[in-house]
């Protein structure tokens, strides 16, 4: 059974740039079939895309979030990354990374998520 | 890209049916047939019910059952059960490998 692990700081100071890293365990990151991405949920609100890729490496990012973000693939440690610069307070949320199908773009497997404060 | 439109909240007894509707545009809902749905209790990830409109994951109970008319996804709860209670948001792809969420809707079993 394929699981998705996220792990990063906890806090991040304002201005800075947010990282996080979604560990693959039971499955492998180079699958035709699947993108990889993340999902985030700020505190009180609904759920909103961030990003996805490809194990090629070809990304995907939500418009509105495209200048800041960078999402990065390192298949030799079946891990994929995220960093999201320039954060302010509206950027606190849990962030989920997820795996979804390439044909039927659902989010069938979502890791526990991880809780990023931003704050001084 | 904006966010699709769901009822802030829903209610329904256990045993009866509800429904969540989901409002998009013709470029998302009204052009693909990729909406989904997902369950999510607080303090956990949330959990896929619905795919493609209609298609139910293995081990997703038959009592969710989802449909799209035009612009307009909606799910259906049949047989209200206590543990339903959860908030339910949808989704959908909007083109050029893009995908944007519903606000979400707090489903209460009364």
């Known amino acids: 059974q394929l699981q998705l692990q996220e792990s990063g700081p906890g806090l991040v100071k304002p201005s800075e740039t947010l990282s996080l890293t979604c560990a693959v365990s039971g499955g492998s990151l180079s699958s035709s079939t699947y993108y990889w991405g993340w999902i985030r949920q700020p505190p009180g609100k609904g759920l909103e895309w961030i990003g996805s890729?490809?194990?090629?490496?070809?990304?995907y990012y939500n418009p509105s979030l495209k200048s800041r973000i960078t999402i990065s693939i390192d298949t030799s440690k079946n891990h994929f990354s995220l960093e999201l610069s320039s954060v302010t307070a509206a950027d606190t949320a849990v962030y989920y990374c997820v795996r979804h199908g390439t044909a039927s773009d659902a989010f069938d497997i979502w890791g526990r998520g991880t809780m990023v404060t931003v704050s001084s | 890209q904006s966010a699709l439109t769901q009822p802030a909240s829903v209610s329904g007894s256990p045993g009866q049916s509800i429904t969540i509707s989901c409002t998009g545009t013709s470029s998302d809902v009204g052009s693909y047939n990729l909406v989904s749905w997902y369950q999510h209790h607080p303090g956990k990830a949330p959990k896929l019910m619905i795919y493609?409109?209609?298609e139910r994951p293995s081990g997703v109970s038959n009592r969710f059952s989802g449909s799209k008319s035009g612009n307009t996804a909606s799910l259906t709860i049949s047989g209200l059960q206590a543990e339903d209670e959860a908030d339910y948001y949808c989704c959908s792809y909007a083109g050029s490998r893009a995908v944007v969420f519903g606000g979400g809707t707090k489903l209460t079993v009364l």
């Open positions: 493609e409109v209609s």
């Open positions: 890729l490809y194990y090629t490496g070809s990304t």
